[in-house]
């Protein structure tokens, strides 16, 4: 074998390495990768059930509903961005300043029959704050009161 041949079979070798690490990296990140959708997104995309993905809106006046699973407290209650509405379960405590008519964002999955199962749910800190990605997906689909939008910076 020649220097040459050497020298280029090298630098196939070093360009095949950082390749595969290349590869193993992007599809680490797409695993971990958590999407924000508002329910009229998850309406129109349809993503598969079982992906993580972040839910955002206001809590439906009305449809919060308590009750105890396994010992656990339990709640189910709608999200909804004002031109779909989506049902949520969650299992666990739910946040001191989580009540209807006001912001929440979910994270957690879909399930096949198009319910969203929670695993983690956030609520707004007070009357005026709205997480940038909820007040951007609300103005958007025009649910967003004059109100709010002083306190998310628009």
């Not at 009305?62 to 656990?72: E, M, N, P």
């Not at 999200?79 to 009540?99: N, Q």
């Amino acid at each position: 074998m020649t220097r040459k041949h050497r020298r280029l079979v090298v630098v196939l070798t070093c360009v095949a390495g950082v390749g595969g690490a290349a590869a193993l990296t992007l599809s680490a990140f797409r695993d971990s990768v958590v999407f924000f959708m508002t329910p009229a997104d998850l309406a129109e995309k349809n993503p598969p059930p079982g992906q993580t993905i972040r839910l955002g809106g206001m809590v439906e006046k009305g449809s919060v509903h308590h009750a105890t699973v396994d010992g656990a407290p339990a709640a189910n209650f709608r999200v909804t961005d004002g031109k779909a509405s989506v049902e949520v379960s969650y299992t666990g405590i739910l946040p001191d300043l989580f009540r209807e008519g006001q912001g929440v964002v979910t994270l957690g999955a879909l399930l096949p029959d198009h319910s969203f199962r929670a695993q983690e749910v956030l609520a707004k800190h007070d009357e005026t704050y709205m997480p940038k990605d909820v007040a951007d997906a609300l103005k958007k689909r025009g649910y967003w009161k004059a109100q709010q939008s002083k306190a998310a910076g628009s």
